[in-house]
């Protein structure tokens, strides 16, 4: 899917529908929200670039940043897993608009930017 920004709309969908039809996950799928359970939430860096996993200090610093804004928004935090260019988060009732907002304002304070 890295090709995706220099496909055509015909060959995005004949990507999707090819995933769809082998049951693999898919661009920009519907998410159904509910106010109970459990969420995964993932983020990946642009391209994949190892941003985060910059240096120790780095993955340290977006590791503490992550889990402040988890625990901030989340009802509980279950687990975690940070890794250079990615991360998994395992939450309870997660309130969606509040990481939203949390994460741009990291984004814009330099502190995070997963790009």
């Keep these: 899917m890295y090709d995706w920004r220099r496909m055509s709309q015909a060959e995005r969908d004949r990507a999707l529908e090819s995933r769809r039809a082998l049951r693999r996950a898919w661009h920009g799928p519907p998410h159904d929200y509910a106010d ?5 939430l993932s983020a990946t860096c642009y391209e ?6 910059v240096s120790a200090e780095r993955m340290a610093d977006c590791e ?15 687990g975690w897993c940070l ?5 998994h988060v395992l939450v309870e009732r997660p309130h969606l608009p ?18």
């Design 98 to 115: 509040s990481l939203e907002r949390r994460g741009r304002h990291t984004r814009a304070q330099g502190v995070a930017p997963l790009r």
């Design 64 to 78: 503490a940043e992550l889990l402040d804004t988890l625990h901030a928004c989340c009802k509980h935090v279950h």
């Design 83 to 87: 890794l250079p260019n990615h991360y």
């Design 36 to 40: 109970e359970g459990l969420f995964h």
């Design 48 to 53: 994949h670039r190892p941003v985060i996993g």
